[in-house]
Structure formats: structure tokens, C-alpha cells
């Protein structure tokens, strides 16, 4: 019962963090372009991660890695941190931080979609069902309600919403298939990411593309990429991580994380400045209904 315990309050710190970067996200990227902010806080995500290593005492592991290791990380890399985020970050500059937030939690739904093709897993009618209920979520949270008119606030801002759940998605899938040790496996994984974000940098400054709005760093950026680094890609995933260990069942934490699109939505309206939509709120319930409903399936 004492580990249970300890496994609810480390989901809940962990849920806690996540649910602040939403917030954290547009408030820092008033001061900083997203390559910018990426560059930085995987930079700190990565030193976190070597940190929590060398506190494990598993920092030999990096000693035995093989070819096909740094192989695997360097393709788990590109997609999470490099292309999710910068896909995601995109997102959040187009899009009010509660749209690009909760579109980006439709995730499961289209982890589901690609385990068809890529792991030769059936769909089961409810299993459709589940996918139109998240999607009418979807196209009320796009459209601030407005169905019949079916405008968007910013049709690219929504594409890249949605399109940083797929690189999620993927990333999962292959994440999956690779057995290695899980803090390990994200220390290198950020490295590379921020090896990609670096090179991408330093290719447009050749080039001469003007993709910088912020030439100065401001304190309050720098601030806001050190925090991301530590809550959003660091110290949060191996909060959840242990939670999930000490948990009895995967199931009795993994549900709590429903808990964070909501809680998220409160710090954006007091830090960000947002008025929440009832649109938003409204689709997301419709975009957890149909997440919840695929799990009962599955059970």
C-alpha cells in the first residue's frame, strides 16, 4: 500500500510538470524563435538526464554501447526531440496555447491508427467509433465551434498540431521495439536531438534565411528553455517512469494523465492570459471520451 502511495505521488508530480508546459511553452517563445528554445532546453534536457545517470550509477552503460545502439539513437533522436518538437513549437507560435496543446493530445488515437500498417494490429468498429468521437473534438477545438462555417483560426497552426502527435506516435512505435535502458536510451536520444537542432541553426545562418525574430536572448527566454529542459523533457519522464514501477498496475497511473490537458488549461488561462473557449474544453472531453473508449476496447 506504501508503494502505491509513492507511485501516485510521483504520477501526480509528474502530471503537475507536464501540465505547466503548455504555459511555459508561449510564454517562453515571446522572447525566443522555436529553433532557439529547442536548441536550449534539449541542451539542458540532455545534461538533466547525464545528472540522473550519474546519481543511478548506470553511466558505464554508455561505455558498452554498440554500432547498432548509437544507430538507434540517432534515428530515435530525429523524431523526439528534433522533429516533434520543432513541429509542436511551430505549432504553439501559429496557434492560442489552448488549441495547440489539447490538439496535440489526440496522440493515442493516432498511435492506434499507425500500429495498423506498422504492427499489423486489427481495428475493431468501436475502435473507429473512438477515432470520429476525438475527431469531432478535433474539428470543434479547430474551429472555435464554429462547425458549419468550418473556418480555422490558423489551418497550418492545426496541421502542425496534429502533425507533432504523429512524430509522438512514431516515435512510440519504434520506442517500443527497442529494449534498452529507458534513461539511457533518452540521454542519448537528446544528444542527438540537439546535435540535428544545432546543425539546422548553423545550415540557415549559411544560407542566409531570416529565421530568427529575437536576435537577443533575453533573460526571460533563456529562463523559460532551462525550465522546459528540466519539466517537460528531463526530470518529469523519470518521475513517470518510477511511478509506473511502483505502480501494481500500469492502469492505476496511467489514466491520471487525462488529468493534465485539464489542469493545463487553467494555468494557460491565469499565465498565458487566454479566455478558454467553451469550444475547447467541450473538445477536449470529446478527445479523451474517444482515448478512454479505444482503452476499454483493448482491455
Known sequence: MKQQRQAYIYAILAILCWSTIGSAFKI????????????????????????????????????????????????????????YYVVLLKAYELLPA????????????VLVMLS?????????????LAIFVSFFGIILISTHGHLLSFRFSSPVGVM?????????????????????????????????????????????????????????????????SVYIGIFEMGVTFVLWM???????T????????YLSPF?????????????ILVSTVTGLFFIVGGILLQQSVKS
Not at 524563435?33 to 545528472?51: I, K, M, N, Q, R
Not at 554508455?62 to 544507430?71: A, M, N, P, T, W
Not at 518510477?242 to 501494481?248: G, H, Y
Request: aromatic share 14%.
Open 116 to 128: 495498423i500498417p506498422m504492427l499489423k494490429q486489427k481495428i475493431t468498429r468501436w475502435s473507429i
Open 28 to 83: 517562453t517563445l515571446r522572447y525566443l524563435d522555436f529553433l532557439t528554445l529547442l536548441l536550449f532546453s534539449s541542451g539542458v534536457a540532455a545534461l538533466v538526464l547525464f545528472l540522473i545517470l550519474l546519481i543511478q550509477g548506470k553511466v558505464n552503460i554508455l561505455k558498452s554501447l554498440k554500432k547498432e545502439d548509437v544507430l538507434s539513437s540517432a534515428f530515435l533522436g530525429l523524431l523526439n526531440p528534433f522533429l
Open 160 to 224: 502542425l498540431a496534429l502533425g507533432s502527435a504523429i512524430f509522438w506516435s512514431l516515435y512510440w512505435i519504434f520506442n517500443m521495439k527497442d529494449r534498452r535502458e529507458e534513461v539511457t536510451k533518452l540521454f542519448l536520444n537528446f544528444c542527438f536531438g540537439f546535435f540535428y537542432i544545432l546543425l539546422t541553426i548553423g545550415i540557415l545562418r549559411i544560407l542566409g534565411l531570416n529565421w530568427n525574430r529575437y536576435p537577443l536572448l533575453p533573460w526571460q527566454g533563456v529562463a523559460g
Open 263 to 275: 489542469v493545463s488549461l487553467i494555468l494557460i488561462h491565469f499565465f498565458v492570459g487566454e479566455t
Open 242 to 248: 518510477m511511478a509506473l514501477k511502483l505502480s501494481s
Open 250 to 257: 500500469t492502469a492505476k497511473v496511467s489514466n491520471l494523465i
Open 98 to 109: 489552448q488549441e495547440a496543446g489539447t490538439l496535440n493530445y489526440i496522440w493515442p488515437l
